[in-house]
């Protein structure tokens, strides 16, 4: 036992630098390979399928959680992968054979079992693996005659052929010959050779996808120059009111369809290093007369990349356009806005001053008028004051008073406004 105290996934961790073993292979041997393509989600089926097949040989199942998994199925042997997308089935009968492509080894597996596998097989390829020198005549006679390609593999120890034609029987053919290979170094081969085929197969998966996406990016972009091209027609907060909700469905629309291919286009370029990185692993040269096939894999698989990355990046690129769009016909709202704004407030600020010029005016009237009506009973009180009696003059009385009362009233209605003002002025 160790004195030290363990990281708790240091167990874990080093048990993935063996995952995925490629194990042993003996020439002569037939191989089928299977990858079925499915969700992320699709784990519990898969391992439950899986152990159907091990009950129907009589073998233990993998534990649930297993990401790979070998096993003896009577004369075959089976190993079996997990990864995110899919999961890989190869099927392996070392045995002599005189026919490569004939009595392969997937007919060995029950047919009700295949046909229920969780999914749905994007690639299924046999291969056969042989010592002997054949003909090229016979080479190209095992593909039926199509356009075969090959060359010399791992430091000329081995050879490899194959059309990369789907035939009769929905299975890919692959022809390998031991040059001066061992089982180890043969099977690393073939771990590569499907490894490819795989990865190939699931970076095409983004072309149509791309080839939507440019149809879709080419019409956005038109609508986004014509949105661009009537901003400097419009006049007035309506009509740029008007673009801009036409931008912003434009916005959604950019965003709906990053989303659906965003994962996929990614996917593509992960995976396209891979089959890049598995290329140069085969370490191939050339066959006289025969194409590379990582010449053949490369002319055809690098335009599909390059349409993808195209349509990612003009999808990225009409995501942006469409912003610089929007914030600049924002800023023509928002200074529109402003300037309505700005009006509106020297409108009401000419109604303000013309309120106040009325008020003082009215505040004027309101003292002459209070002024009037006092003096009116300081005058009556003095006729009265007159008659019983009282030596001052009525019309006097009225004289002397007059200043103070028109002072008076007058302080009393300014206090009552200065009042009124503050009351009004506090906050609620």
């Known amino acids: 036992m160790a004195v030290f105290k363990e990281h708790p996934l240091r167990e874990t961790l080093a048990a993935e630098m063996h995952a995925r073993p490629h194990g042993v292979i003996d020439a002569p041997a037939k191989i089928s390979y299977i990858a079925v393509f499915n969700d992320e989600t699709g784990a519990d089926a898969d391992h439950a399928h899986l152990a159907e097949l091990c009950q129907l040989f009589k073998v233990s199942a993998p534990p649930r959680g297993a990401t790979h998994f070998a096993s003896e199925l009577g004369p075959l042997r089976l190993k ?23 009595d392969t080894v997937i007919e060995q597996i029950p ?25 090229v005549k016979d080479i190209v006679g095992m ?22 034609q789907i035939h009769g029987d929905r299975f890919r053919r692959y022809m390998i010959r031991d040059v001066n290979s061992n089982h180890r170094a043969m099977a690393r081969l073939v771990q590569r050779v499907v490894e490819i085929e795989t990865y190939r197969s699931l970076v095409m998966l983004a072309l149509p996808l791309a080839r939507e996406a440019r149809e879709r990016v080419s019409m956005a972009e038109l609508d986004v120059s014509t ?39 990614s996917a593509a370029l992960a995976y396209n290093e891979l089959v890049v990185r598995r290329i140069k692993e085969l370490r191939e040269e050339r066959i006289e007369g025969f194409q590379p096939t990582a010449e053949f894999i490369e002319r055809r698989l690098g335009p599909a990349m390059e349409t993808i990355k195209n349509a990612a990046k003009r999808q990225e690129s009409l995501s942006l356009r469409i912003a610089r769009a929007s914030n600049l016909l924002r800023t023509r709202v928002d200074v529109a806005l402003e300037g309505q704004n700005r009006d509106l407030l020297r409108s009401m600020d000419r109604r303000a001053r013309t309120q106040l010029r009325l008020q003082a005016t009215v505040e004027g009237l309101s003292v002459v008028a209070i002024s009037y009506y006092l003096l009116s009973l300081v005058s009556y009180l003095a006729k009265g004051a007159k008659v019983l009696g009282s030596p001052l003059d009525p019309y006097v009385a009225v004289v002397i008073l007059f200043p103070v009362v028109f002072a008076g009233v007058w302080a009393s209605v300014r206090r009552v406004r200065k009042s009124i003002t503050r009351k009004e002025g506090d906050p609620v």
């Open 80 to 102: 079996w992968e997990r990864h995110t997308e899919f999961s890989a089935y190869t099927f392996i009968l070392e045995a002599p054979f005189e026919q490569p492509f004939k």
């Open 111 to 135: 047919q009700d079992w295949l046909q229920a596998l969780p999914g749905e097989v994007l690639v299924a390829s046999h291969l056969a693996l042989d010592f002997e020198e054949r003909p």
């Open 143 to 164: 593909f039926d005659n199509n356009t075969v390609v090959g060359g010399y593999m791992s430091n000329r120890n081995a050879m490899v052929w194959t059309d990369f």
């Open 227 to 265: 949105v661009i091209a009537k901003l400097a027609e419009i006049k007035g907060v309506d009509g740029e009111q008007e673009l801009l909700a036409r931008l912003s469905a434009l916005a959604a629309e950019a965003e709906s369809a990053s989303a659906k291919t965003s994962y996929r286009f």
